[in-house]
């Protein structure tokens, strides 16, 4: 089992930058990938991020390219998404995700890949 606890959300105006940070307990960190989703209302949850369990491989959604970045902290059990320049269709619900994986530089973008989910925060970007 993987618990996930998301941070770091709020409301900013266009332009802004917010940092999420997900926090992972219960399993040896090291063995996850981890991934960021995000659900805008009335739409199908979305890929953002993603990165392998060294954090030598990464990925970011074509929404989000050259603005979102994901890393992680092994020392601190923690993954992060760093987004700049947000803009107002970024507002969303923003999803941590884990998937227990034996491989080191794999990475996953697809929802059902993962086997355990945190319970969400809210990012909300104003014009």
């Known amino acids: 089992q993987v618990q996930l606890v998301e941070s770091g959300g709020g409301f900013v105006q266009a332009g802004a930058s917010l940092r999420l940070s997900c926090a992972a307990s219960g399993r040896t960190f090291t063995t996850c990938v981890m991934g960021w989703f995000r659900q805008a209302p009335g739409k199908e949850r979305e890929f953002v991020a993603a990165?392998?369990?060294?954090?030598?491989?990464?990925a970011v959604g074509d929404s989000v390219k050259g603005r979102f970045a994901i890393s992680r902290d092994n020392a601190k059990n923690t993954v992060y998404l760093q987004m700049n320049s947000l803009h107002p269709e970024d507002t969303a619900v923003y999803y941590c995700?884990?998937?227990?994986?034996?491989?080191?530089?794999?990475?996953?973008?697809?929802?059902?890949?993962?086997?355990?989910w945190g319970q969400g925060i809210q990012v909300t970007v104003s014009s």
């Open positions: 990165i392998s369990r060294t954090g030598g491989s990464t």
């Open positions: 995700a884990a998937k227990i994986s034996s491989y080191y530089t794999q990475y996953y973008t697809r929802e059902y890949e993962y086997d355990y």
